[in-house]
């Protein structure tokens, strides 16, 4: 009896890669793919940051026509003027402020707002307005209304009768809370809808089964809602710090930096430098403030991290 054989071809054998993806569909998705993202990251991004580096220490402006190197004379020059301190220190106060007001609004916002309501959403969505509107056009408002005869001051005197003329924005000590405030009021619908999103995640049974065994809200909020909350908590307190560190745009638009300098902020001052043509000791407070964030940056969202960890 003949035997026949097979004229078909062997299956060959499907080769994997770790992750268990055929060789042949990780050739659909070549490394090449990110080079668009990639150069407008380094073009964009890295090249000034290495230019930020350089620059800071030359004699770099518009009075010179020529670049030469000076060492750590910018550094010297404005540490020993305390320009440089006392802009860092406004920055971080205004920063601490701004993350404090926007965070506690957001949480308190989105607690009031929890419940799925028509009332809710349409508030939801009037509290979100101010996050897609202009930090300037935001800031030119809130200073025609705080001015002695602007809007806020109106009202009060139609209010109580007497004639109100406070300066909101003319106090050295109190202003840079009024614009923190500001800050935060623009802000903290983002927040609103992170920690709305964080509330929707937790199980209804956890709260049922805490209020079965007689917790009030407080006790229930603080034993088991907001260390649910860490991850929304991580996630606001560290934009929100790390972003009103880059501030400008609300206070330049609101005081310019002002009552004698008490909420000028480290951009602003950059800002005024590099028009008075001192490019190089401009570039060297804004790689100042560039190490500050990132210095401040690392340990504030190991900390978070591990404060989620442990919850």
């Given at each position: 009896m003949a035997t026949t054989t097979s004229i078909l071809p062997k299956p060959r054998p499907v080769r994997l890669d770790p992750r268990g993806a055929t060789a042949r569909q990780k050739q659909d998705h070549p490394a090449w793919f990110i080079a668009p993202a990639l150069l407008v990251l380094v073009v964009f991004f890295f090249v000034p940051t290495i230019f930020n580096f350089v620059y800071a220490f030359t004699d770099w402006?518009?009075?010179?026509?020529?670049?030469?190197?000076?060492?750590f004379s910018n550094v010297q020059d404005l540490l020993s003027n305390g320009t440089l301190l006392r802009d860092l220190r406004i920055t971080l106060v205004y920063a601490l402020l701004v993350?404090?007001?926007q965070n506690l609004f957001g949480l308190i916002l989105a607690l009031l707002l929890e419940r799925d309501t028509r009332v809710n959403r349409i508030a939801r969505v009037a509290f979100f307005v101010p996050v897609v509107m202009s930090a300037l056009a935001v800031g030119y408002v809130f200073q025609a209304l705080l001015k002695p005869e602007?809007?806020?001051?109106?009202?009060?005197?139609?209010?109580?009768?007497?004639?109100?003329?406070?300066?909101?924005?003319?106090?050295?000590?109190?202003?840079?809370?009024?614009?923190?405030?500001?800050?935060?009021?623009?802000?903290?619908g983002l927040s609103m809808l992170i920690y709305l999103a964080g509330l929707k995640t937790i199980n209804e049974d956890l709260k049922e089964a805490a209020r079965l065994d007689g917790a009030g809200w407080w006790t229930t909020f603080r034993t088991i809602v907001f260390p649910l909350l860490a991850p929304a908590v991580t996630f606001n307190v560290a934009t929100s710090l790390l972003g009103s560190m880059n501030g400008f745009d609300i206070v330049q638009a609101t005081t310019g930096g002002g009552p004698g300098g008490s909420t000028e902020l480290l951009n602003i001052f950059v800002f005024r430098t590099f028009g008075q043509g001192l490019f190089a000791q401009a570039t060297t407070m804004s790689l100042a403030l560039f190490l500050m964030v990132a210095i401040l940056a690392f340990p504030v969202i190991r900390f978070l991290r591990k404060r989620e960890d442990v919850l």
């Open positions: 402006s518009s009075f010179k026509s020529e670049i030469n190197f000076v060492g993350a404090l007001f602007g809007g806020l001051n109106q009202v009060l005197s139609a209010l109580t009768g007497t004639s109100v003329t406070t300066a909101w924005l003319g106090d050295t000590t109190w202003t840079i809370v009024v614009v923190a405030l500001i800050h935060s009021w623009k802000w903290m």
